[in-house]
């Protein structure tokens, strides 16, 4: 079976180095606002002009998501090919996601939507940064 680690020359690259770095705050941020998130839907859940069953369920899906891309971004910091090719693929479908549920018409509240299109601005980064030629390269180096 072939490793699954990066070599510690591509690890410790400096732009390897700024890149994971980068992502981690990315996604830190990502994880720090999904969960303050569900912190205010818990504590407004009796509102439900504000906190709609959509709401409820975006929300949790939001802090999972950020969770497992937090566990990811680790693991593509220590050099795992799986961590990375799992926080490309999960960053890129949350990113898609986002929009879709910005776009929709009437399903969320105003807040949720702007709430959403930060993450989603974090998101961007992240996959901005996990497809640079770099990491790319790192990555797929043999």
Same mark, same amino acid.
């Given at each position: 079976m072939t490793a699954r680690i990066i070599t510690e020359e591509h690890l410790n690259h400096p732009q390897s180095q700024t890149a994971f770095r980068?992502?981690?705050l990315l996604v830190g941020c990502y994880l720090g606002l999904s969960m303050l998130t569900l912190v205010a839907i818990v504590l407004l859940r009796d509102n439900t002009a504000i906190v709609t069953p959509a709401v409820w369920v975006r929300g949790t899906i939001v802090v999972? #998501?950020?969770? +497992?891309?937090?566990?990811?971004?680790?693991?593509?910091a220590r050099g795992s090919r799986g961590g990375y090719l799992r926080l490309r693929?999960?960053?890129a479908i949350m990113l898609v996601a986002i929009v879709v549920i910005i776009a929709l018409p009437g399903t969320f509240p105003l807040w949720m939507k702007i709430e959403q299109g930060v993450c989603g601005l974090l998101?961007?980064?992240?996959?901005?940064?996990?497809? #640079?030629?770099? +990491?790319?390269s790192t990555f797929t180096t043999r």
């Open positions: 980068n992502v981690k999972a #998501s950020a969770l +497992l891309t937090t566990f990811f971004a680790a693991q593509m693929l999960v960053s998101l961007l980064g992240v996959v901005g940064v996990v497809n #640079s030629k770099h +990491l790319r």
